[in-house]
């Protein structure tokens, strides 16, 4: 097991059927240029999605290895949630960013969730594409009540990531954000310390 309590692709792999099911979700990111108000630089744009439990959560979801491998299963997936823009999405393992063991909520009684993570950056125009086609896909309205861009920057009065990180979200879903969040440095160290103290009050 490696740091902050992560499995790898192939250890996780090894946790099997029945005892254990496997659901695969990715985080979604591109650069972007914009500026709120004209003036607070956004960096990035990343993807969550409001589901129907009311959560926030990574578009993804339970994937049946007998049907292939994870990344086929998550594909299948992404095409459900997000739609025609996810056509020509590519995610492999090398986009694997780690799997939580036992996390959260028990799929059936006597069964254990593994949740893996993918990460994958997109062009602008890919990220575009997603969203363009969000509402045209199978399971909008649905499971996939609508997608949202994460807001990276906290402004004067708090407000942004601080706000954000007090919503709910299912599963181990918050932590894989942060840890993402700081590991590609989406947000810089200080700011990410800085809003995780305001979301804490
Ligand atoms: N971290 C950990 N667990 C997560 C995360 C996450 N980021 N996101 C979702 N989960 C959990 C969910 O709580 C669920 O138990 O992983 C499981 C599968 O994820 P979903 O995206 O909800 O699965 P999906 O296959 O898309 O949806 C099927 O219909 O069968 C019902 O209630 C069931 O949630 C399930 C949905
Ligand atoms: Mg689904
Ligand atoms: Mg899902």
């Known amino acids: 097991m490696g740091d902050r309590g992560l499995l790898s692709r192939a250890e996780a792999l090894r ?5 254990w099911c496997h ?8 650069p972007c240029s914009g500026r ?3 003036r607070v630089p956004l960096r990035f744009a990343l993807l969550m ?5 009311g959560r926030l959560g990574f ?13 086929a299963g998550l594909l299948r997936e992404l095409l459900e949630e997000l739609g025609p823009g996810a056509t020509g999405l590519e995610v492999g393992p090398e986009e694997h960013a780690g799997a939580r063991p036992g996390s959260s909520d028990e799929p059936r009684p006597g069964q254990r969730l593994v949740a893996h993570l993918y990460v994958k950056q997109l062009q ?4 575009r594409d997603i969203e363009e086609g969000a509402a045209r896909a199978p399971d909008h309205g649905l499971e996939v009540l609508g ?8 402004l004067w009065d708090g407000s942004g990531l601080p706000e954000f990180l007090q919503q709910r979200f299912v599963g181990s879903a918050r932590d894989q954000l942060l840890d993402a969040l700081h590991r590609l440095n989406l947000v810089p160290g200080h700011e990410l310390e800085r809003a995780l103290s305001l979301a804490r009050r």
Not at 15 to 19: F, G, S
Not at 23 to 30: F, I, N
Not at 147 to 154: A, I, Q
Request: with cysteine.
């Open 15 to 19: 946790l099997e059927p029945p005892t």
């Open 23 to 30: 659901a695969c979700h990715a985080l979604l990111y591109a």
């Open 36 to 38: 709120l108000f004209g």
């Open 49 to 53: 999605q409001l589901r129907f439990d």
């Open 59 to 71: 578009p993804g979801g339970f994937v049946d290895l007998r049907d292939g491998s994870l990344e």
């Open 124 to 127: 602008p125009e890919q990220l």
């Open 147 to 154: 997608l949202v861009r994460v807001p990276l920057h906290t």
